[in-house]
């Protein structure tokens, strides 16, 4: 007996369908992994149906177990689009905090230096035109620290947006049918 099923599986916004081929023999004996597809192949004739009795129970757990097996490379293929999603969220996100870390790094080190040609100032106006600058310079640190620390905020909301998406596209909606099922012998 063949039996051929139509699985359709909507998972991330896609439509999938795959068709899955199981064929046993009149010992109950399941065909091996692409042997059934191969059978479909042979020219055939049809014969009026003979009156035997055919346990498909082996047909049906094979068509099971090739079920399983799609489904689960289904979820593979998706783990694998679920991490290059965060890969990528994880990317940019590293690579804005690491831009703003660096600015702020170069506004400590110029701070430093402001204080140093401060402190070395020769008159009351340079100490204060120093003094004014590196009070610039303070207030455009604190302004990126604040700006690290929004855009945190933000990579967060878009990676907790990014899950809640990604699982609602995880649901996924599988439809399955049999399309016939037929019995042969071979001549």
């Given at each position: 007996?063949?039996?051929?099923?139509?699985?359709?599986?909507?998972?991330?916004?896609?439509?999938?369908?795959?068709?899955?081929?199981?064929?046993?023999?009149?010992?109950?004996?399941?065909?091996?992994?692409?042997?059934?597809?191969?059978?479909?192949?042979?020219?055939?004739?049809?014969?009026?149906?003979?009156d035997f009795e055919l346990k498909d129970t082996p047909l049906l757990n094979d068509i099971?177990?090739?079920?399983?097996?799609?489904?689960?490379?289904?979820?593979?293929?998706?783990?694998?689009?679920?991490?290059?999603?965060?890969?990528?969220?994880?990317?940019?996100?590293?690579?804005?905090?690491?831009?703003?870390?660096?600015?702020?790094?170069?506004?400590?080190?110029?701070?430093?230096?402001?204080?140093?040609?401060?402190?070395?100032?020769?008159?009351?106006?340079?100490?204060?035109?120093?003094?004014?600058?590196?009070?610039?310079?303070?207030?455009?640190?604190?302004?990126?620290?604040?700006?690290?620390?929004?855009?945190?905020?933000?990579?967060?909301?878009?990676?907790?947006?990014?899950?809640?998406?990604?699982?609602?596209?995880?649901?996924?909606?599988?439809?399955?049918?049999?399309?016939?099922?037929?019995?042969?012998?071979?001549q």
């Amino acid at each position: 007996m063949v039996e051929c099923e139509l699985v359709c599986c909507e998972c991330f916004g896609n439509v999938e369908e795959h068709l899955i081929v199981s064929a046993c023999q009149f010992d109950g004996s399941v065909l091996e992994e692409y042997d059934p597809e191969k059978l479909l192949r042979i020219p055939a004739h049809v014969l009026p149906a003979t009156d035997f009795e055919l346990k498909d129970t082996p047909l049906l757990n094979d068509i099971e177990t090739r079920k399983s097996m799609l489904l689960r490379d289904i979820n593979q293929r998706n783990l694998g689009y679920f991490d290059l999603e965060v890969e990528k969220l994880d990317a940019w996100a590293d690579d804005l905090k690491h831009g703003l870390e660096q600015e702020i790094k170069e506004i400590d080190r110029e701070i430093k230096e402001v204080r140093r040609t401060a402190s070395g100032s020769p008159t009351l106006e340079e100490k204060l035109h120093w003094q004014k600058q590196q009070r610039e310079l303070e207030t455009k640190r604190s302004k990126l620290r604040r700006e690290l620390f929004v855009n945190q905020d933000k990579i967060e909301a878009e990676r907790n947006d990014l899950i809640e998406e990604l699982e609602k596209q995880l649901e996924q909606k599988i439809h399955e049918r049999t399309l016939f099922k037929i019995e042969w012998v071979l001549q």
